[in-house]
């Protein structure tokens, strides 16, 4: 919750409202279409599939189905993220902590799960409702969120977008097990936020599929 308050005391500097007009006026609301059409295609098509994961996460092990972590968003507002719960639970009893490989908190079905990136198609429905967009930064947590912008301050350019399903962080970095990894895919979504626009998307969903059809979201792209 540290980001959360500092962002709203001001602590953490916000891009002004004139940040890139054209992409704020013309881009975004491509994308934010974009973003509409895919949602709105995708998630009768995976319904039944998720309706199958929610049923084996909850004869699996004890816990909620969808595991439910604040985060913070578009404009530095909090949102909670939704994704099928992975872990044991409770997972985390005081500090956030991030997983680990082989980390022995997750579940056996959770391992299928991140293996296929499968415990993320609730995030389908936060497309749709406009707290997320099909790609963009992967904002993580406000705990981790805070000791990003200490090292890179720029990072909070990335507030003039909604947080993606999908980022070039995540495609280029893979999933992050400490911090060194959390500040290269912070690098690598402010290089999106660069080139951003409707082709690079369509380049990173293309990479992300052919990575996760292998079992794993890590590309050279």
């Known amino acids: 919750m540290q980001a959360a308050e500092d962002l709203a005391s001001g602590s953490i500097t916000m891009p002004p409202d004139a940040f890139f007009p054209t992409l704020r006026n013309n881009r975004l609301l491509a994308k934010r279409m974009a973003d509409i059409t895919i949602a709105l295609i995708a998630l009768p098509f995976v ?13 699996s092990s004890k816990g909620p189905v969808l595991l439910q972590q604040e985060r913070i968003g578009r404009h530095g507002r909090p949102f909670i993220l939704l994704k099928f719960r992975t872990m044991v639970w409770p997972a ?9 490989p082989n980390d022995p908190r997750i579940t ?20 749709l409702k406009g707290e997320m967009s099909v790609v963009g930064p992967r904002l993580e947590r406000a705990y ?14 990335l507030f003039t977008l909604r947080p993606g399903l999908v980022s070039l962080g995540r495609v280029r ?17 402010l290089e999106y936020l660069k080139q951003i626009g409707l082709l690079q998307d369509v380049k990173i969903i293309l990479a992300a599929a052919r990575c996760i059809l292998k079992g794993h979201l890590h590309s050279n792209y």
Do not use: C, K
């Open 47 to 59: 319904f039944p599939l998720m309706s199958a994961i929610a049923l084996a996460v909850r004869l």
């Open 92 to 100: 985390e009893t005081g500090q956030p902590l991030l997983a680990t």
């Open 108 to 127: 056996p079905v959770g391992h299928i799960l991140r293996r296929w990136h499968l415990d993320e198609l609730p995030q389908l429905w936060l497309v």
């Open 144 to 157: 981790f969120l805070q000791q990003i912008v200490e090292q890179i301050p720029q990072y909070t350019l």
């Open 173 to 189: 970095q893979g999933y992050a097990h400490n911090m060194f990894q959390l500040l290269f895919g912070a690098r690598r979504d």
